[in-house]
Structure formats: structure tokens, C-alpha cells
């Protein structure tokens, strides 16, 4: 255990105790004062007796931050006994501390040592610590365990580099550990910075427990979906070091499709199912066409896209809004597919949602077809145009004004894509939006939203009109 003077320690715990009073002046003193403090040879090993010591966890909790700043700069300029009696005061209170907040502490704490220690082979005993709670029968001490392997990864994936396939192993286990999300979870968080430093011959292995991720995330969502949104940023981290998920690529679109349609969960990790959707487009689109999975894509995105909003006002075209990246979603798909793939069967499925008594699958019909235009322009010019505006003319009187906007969305959209067809039209298209313009200027009751199209319909036309 760590010894130090008690003077000092007494001197050093009443400062921590102030930095906890609600008082600035206090606080600025006491930050003064410990500062002060740095200059004593021996408040290592004070801060090392407080953490042990304590009774306060919050003085714990201080302790332990405090330490980890001075030994991020120091640890390498003590000697060895100073060393070994920290890090054996350390695994002291990881077996014995109950409390999270001491525990989150100090395990970062000891990913800071163990950056300095682990490639030297000189802390056997913090691994035989994370093996033994690992396996054990209380829930606490196997989430301590992995609370430690997370703080380790966070702070020295690269020096654990060489223990990756037994860690994967640990790991595996650990996301089939039920009885606890806790555990779960940080399993996953340690894979997700595992990601950036598996080696090519190791993917294999890593791969193979997407599966068990997936599993692991569908109960989470379930119990907490903030977890369960910080979980998926697996899957980003799998986008970033282009890890090869093709074996795995219906599973997860089925997945994040089912987590993009549940209206019960929140924007954030609904955003993020779409947002990774797309990113397995980009990457995989032909095992996305082998699986035959782009008819379960394109049903689940379009009826997104005909969600009610819940609210009064505009289409969220332009928000981060499930509904909004859907439109996003079929904009890529119409991207990077063949047109015959996606704008016919697009269009067989939403233009019977042109005569529906739904105002959002009217307006989500009218979307679909606008935000296709760039990808099948060619397609489209060549075969599509009057169809389009027919359908176009029909919304523009619509009753309902999200359908006008989504209209008047779409003739920008047509005036930017579809040229020189679309210019043959004028004849039909100015008239129609100088009377939105007419309405707009003696009406004040017109949404600025609604403005806002007019105008961005109209400028777009004549912009190419002058080409």
C-alpha cells in the first residue's frame, strides 16, 4: 500500500474536500492551494492513501483524477518500489470498491500506468484481475472487469495489440454475459476501439461477432437507448477503417432498418439505423442487390418518408429528421443504382399514394420522385418527363399546403436535373409559380417555408431558362 506523510495527507484531503463546496471563491482557493501541493515530492503517494482511505467517494472520485494527471507526466521519473506499491494499491481497490464513480475513476487511473506498463510485461496481475472478475459469479466484480478493459483500450489499444485474438476471445464471452447489459455493453465499447487497430489478419475473427453485437444491441435498445445509440458507433468505426462486413451485410441491413422504422425510439438512433443503411449502399451495393434486399430498403425508406410529423408546418426535407435522411436514403440509392432498380419500382410504389386521402403519402410521393431526379436524370429525360409533370401539376393545387411545398420542392428539383427537356416546358411551369408568387405577395398568412420554395422553384427555372 501506498505510505505517506499524515500530515500532508491531512492537508491534501481538506483541500479535495473544499474543490466539493458550492462556492467559487472556495473552489478557486482550493484549486490555488492544491496547485501548491504539486511542489511536495510526496503527493503521489498521499493522493495513492486518500483513494485507498477515504470514506467519501466523491473524495475518491478526486483523488483519482487529480493522480492521473500527475502520473500522465510523471510516472516515468519514479522509482520502481513507488511504482509497484501504486499499482498494487491500485488492484486493492478495484477488487474491494463498490461504488461506480470511484471504480470509473480509478480504472482510468489505471489505463494511464498500464500504457507505460503493459509493454514492458510488468503488471501480470492487473490481466489476472481482469480473467478472475470476469468469470465471477457477481455481476459487480464482472462489470468492474470490464470497466477496466474498456478504461485499457481507451488509453493503450496499441500496446495490447499483440493480446487481440485472447481479448477477442474475453470479449466474445463477455457479450453473451445476459445477466448484465452493463458488460455487454463495454464488450462492445472495446471492440469499437479494437476496430482502428485490428490487423488484416484478424478481421476474420473480428467480424465474427457481429452477430452477437447485433443481439446485444436489439436487447439494449430495448433498456437503454442511449447505450444502445453509443453501441452503434461500432458500426461508424467499421465505416472508418473499411472493415469487410459483406458476409454480415443483410443481417445488419435488416437490422438498421428495423431500428429506422420503430416510431417508438428516438430520432438519434433511428438517424443513425438510415445513416448506415446508406453507408452499406455506397460500399455494397452489389451484395445488396445479390441478397435481393432492396425491396425491404425501399419499403421501409418510403414509409418513413410518409410519416406524419406530429406537428404543424413544412415537409423536413432539409432537417436531421428520420424522415428527412430516408429522402436522404433514396437519394443515394438512386445514386449509385441502375435507374431500372430503383426509380420504376419507386415509382409503381408511391404513385398510387398521389390519390390517397393521406396528405404525408401524397407529400412523400411527390419527395420520392424529386429527389430520384439526380441519379436517374438521364432516365428520366429521355422517358419520364411529361408523367412527372403531370403528377407535378396535380400537387400543386393540392388542399393541403405541405403537398403545394413538396410540389414546389420538386419543380426545383426538375429545373436543375431534367435540362434542356424540362425548359420545353415554361409555357406550362412560369405561370403556375407567378401565381404562387401573386398568392404569396397579398396573402400574410403564407408559411415562410412556403416562400422559401417559391422562390427556390422559380430561381431555378429561370436560372437554366438563361442557359
Same mark, same amino acid.
Given at each position: &500500500?501506498?505510505?505517506?506523510?499524515?500530515?500532508?495527507?491531512?492537508?491534501?484531503?481538506?483541500?479535495?474536500?473544499?474543490?466539493?463546496?458550492?462556492?467559487?471563491?472556495?473552489?478557486?482557493?482550493?484549486?490555488?492551494?492544491?496547485?501548491?501541493?504539486?511542489?511536495?515530492?510526496?503527493?503521489?503517494?498521499?493522493?495513492?492513501?486518500?483513494?485507498?482511505?477515504?470514506?467519501? +467517494?466523491?473524495?475518491?472520485?478526486?483523488?483519482?483524477?487529480?493522480?492521473?494527471?500527475?502520473?500522465?507526466?510523471?510516472?516515468?521519473?519514479?522509482?520502481?518500489?513507488?511504482?509497484?506499491?501504486?499499482?498494487?494499491?491500485?488492484?486493492?481497490?478495484?477488487?474491494?470498491?463498490?461504488?461506480?464513480?470511484?471504480?470509473?475513476?480509478?480504472?482510468?487511473?489505471?489505463?494511464?500506468?498500464?500504457?507505460?506498463?503493459?509493454?514492458?510485461?510488468?503488471?501480470?496481475?492487473?490481466?489476472?484481475?481482469?480473467?478472475?472478475?470476469?468469470?465471477?459469479?457477481? !455481476?459487480?466484480?464482472?462489470?468492474?472487469?470490464?470497466?477496466?478493459?474498456?478504461?485499457?483500450?481507451?488509453?493503450?489499444?496499441?500496446?495490447?495489440?499483440?493480446?487481440?485474438?485472447?481479448?477477442?476471445?474475453?470479449?466474445?464471452?463477455?457479450?453473451?454475459?445476459?445477466?448484465?447489459?452493463?458488460?455487454?455493453?463495454?464488450?462492445?465499447?472495446?471492440?469499437?476501439?479494437?476496430?482502428?487497430?485490428?490487423?488484416?489478419?484478424?478481421?476474420?475473427?473480428?467480424?465474427?461477432?457481429?452477430?452477437?453485437?447485433? &443481439?446485444?444491441?436489439?436487447?439494449?435498445?430495448?433498456?437503454?437507448?442511449?447505450?444502445?445509440?453509443?453501441?452503434?458507433?461500432?458500426?461508424?468505426?467499421?465505416?472508418?477503417?473499411?472493415?469487410?462486413?459483406?458476409?454480415?451485410?443483410?443481417?445488419?441491413?435488416?437490422?438498421?432498418?428495423?431500428?429506422?422504422?420503430?416510431?417508438?425510439?428516438?430520432?438519434?438512433?433511428?438517424?443513425?439505423? $438510415?445513416?448506415?443503411?446508406?453507408?452499406?449502399?455506397?460500399?455494397?451495393?452489389?451484395?445488396?442487390?445479390?441478397?435481393?434486399?432492396?425491396?425491404?430498403?425501399?419499403?421501409?425508406?418510403?414509409?418513413?418518408?410518409?410519416? !406524419?410529423?406530429?406537428?404543424?408546418?413544412?415537409?423536413?426535407?432539409?432537417?436531421?429528421? +428520420?424522415?428527412?435522411?430516408?429522402?436522404?436514403?433514396?437519394?443515394?440509392?438512386?445514386?449509385?443504382?441502375?435507374?431500372?432498380?430503383?426509380? /420504376?419500382?419507386?415509382? #409503381?410504389?408511391?404513385?398510387?399514394?398521389?390519390?390517397?386521402?393521406?396528405?404525408?403519402?401524397?407529400?412523400?410521393?411527390?419527395?420520392?420522385?424529386?429527389?430520384?431526379?439526380?441519379?436517374?436524370?438521364?432516365?428520366?429525360?429521355?422517358?419520364?418527363?411529361?408523367?412527372?409533370? #403531370?403528377? /407535378?401539376?396535380?400537387?400543386? &393545387?393540392?388542399?393541403?399546403?405541405?403537398?403545394?411545398?413538396?410540389?414546389?420542392?420538386?419543380?426545383?428539383?426538375?429545373?436543375?436535373?431534367?435540362?434542356?427537356?424540362?425548359?420545353?416546358?415554361?409555357?406550362?411551369?412560369?405561370?403556375?409559380?407567378? #401565381?404562387?408568387?401573386?398568392?404569396?405577395?397579398?396573402?400574410?398568412?403564407?408559411?415562410?417555408?412556403?416562400? /422559401?420554395?417559391?422562390?427556390?422553384? $422559380?430561381?431555378?427555372?429561370?436560372?437554366?431558362?438563361?442557359?
Amino acid at each position: &500500500t501506498c505510505v505517506a506523510p499524515s500530515s500532508v495527507m491531512a492537508n491534501l484531503e481538506t483541500i479535495l474536500e473544499r474543490l466539493l463546496v458550492p462556492d467559487s471563491a472556495v473552489i478557486r482557493q482550493a484549486t490555488q492551494d492544491l496547485q501548491s501541493m504539486y511542489k511536495d515530492p510526496s503527493v503521489v503517494p498521499v493522493l495513492c492513501q486518500i483513494l485507498t482511505s477515504s470514506q467519501n +467517494p466523491q473524495i475518491q472520485q478526486f483523488a483519482a483524477v487529480v493522480l492521473r494527471k500527475r502520473l500522465v507526466k510523471m510516472w516515468k521519473r519514479l522509482d520502481m518500489p513507488t511504482k509497484e506499491s501504486i499499482k498494487a494499491a491500485l488492484i486493492q481497490i478495484l477488487v474491494q470498491e463498490k461504488t461506480h464513480i470511484v471504480l470509473n475513476s480509478v480504472a482510468h487511473l489505471v489505463g494511464v500506468i498500464a500504457k507505460h506498463e503493459i509493454s514492458t510485461g510488468r503488471w501480470d496481475e492487473l490481466f489476472q484481475f481482469i480473467l478472475q472478475h470476469r468469470h465471477s459469479g457477481e !455481476p459487480v466484480q464482472r462489470e468492474a472487469a470490464m470497466l477496466v478493459l474498456d478504461a485499457l483500450m481507451d488509453s493503450a489499444a496499441l500496446e495490447l495489440q499483440p493480446q487481440f485474438v485472447s481479448i477477442m476471445a474475453l470479449l466474445l464471452d463477455a457479450l453473451g454475459d445476459s445477466s448484465s447489459y452493463v458488460v455487454q455493453f463495454y464488450a462492445i465499447r472495446c471492440l469499437t476501439v479494437m476496430a482502428e487497430y485490428v490487423r488484416e489478419e484478424e478481421y476474420h475473427r473480428f467480424v465474427e461477432l457481429i452477430p452477437n453485437v447485433v &443481439t446485444v444491441i436489439k436487447a439494449l435498445v430495448l433498456r437503454d437507448e442511449d447505450k444502445a445509440c453509443e453501441a452503434m458507433e461500432l458500426f461508424d468505426e467499421l465505416v472508418e477503417c473499411e472493415i469487410d462486413i459483406t458476409s454480415h451485410v443483410s443481417l445488419l441491413i435488416r437490422f438498421f432498418l428495423e431500428l429506422a422504422t420503430n416510431t417508438t425510439l428516438g430520432n438519434s438512433i433511428r438517424v443513425k439505423g $438510415l445513416a448506415l443503411v446508406s453507408w452499406l449502399i455506397t460500399i455494397r451495393k452489389k451484395a445488396l442487390l445479390k441478397h435481393g434486399l432492396l425491396p425491404i430498403i425501399l419499403e421501409a425508406v418510403l414509409s418513413i418518408m410518409a410519416t !406524419p410529423t406530429g406537428e404543424e408546418g413544412d415537409y423536413p426535407v432539409e432537417s436531421q429528421s +428520420p424522415i428527412s435522411v430516408a429522402a436522404q436514403l433514396l437519394d443515394v440509392l438512386a445514386l449509385n443504382l441502375p435507374p431500372e432498380k430503383i426509380f /420504376t419500382p419507386v415509382l #409503381q410504389m408511391v404513385v398510387p399514394w398521389l390519390d390517397s386521402d393521406n396528405e404525408f403519402q401524397r407529400t412523400a410521393a411527390i419527395i420520392a420522385m424529386a429527389v430520384m431526379v439526380e441519379g436517374c436524370s438521364e432516365h428520366i429525360r429521355n422517358n419520364c418527363v411529361p408523367q412527372l409533370l #403531370q403528377f /407535378t401539376y396535380k400537387a400543386v &393545387t393540392d388542399p393541403s399546403h405541405i403537398v403545394r411545398n413538396a410540389s414546389l420542392f420538386a419543380i426545383g428539383q426538375f429545373s436543375e436535373y431534367l435540362q434542356p427537356e424540362i425548359s420545353q416546358y415554361s409555357a406550362d411551369l412560369l405561370p403556375i409559380l407567378f #401565381q404562387f408568387v401573386d398568392h404569396a405577395l397579398v396573402s400574410s398568412h403564407e408559411e415562410s417555408s412556403s416562400l /422559401t420554395k417559391i422562390f427556390y422553384a $422559380l430561381e431555378t427555372f429561370c436560372e437554366q431558362l438563361g442557359q
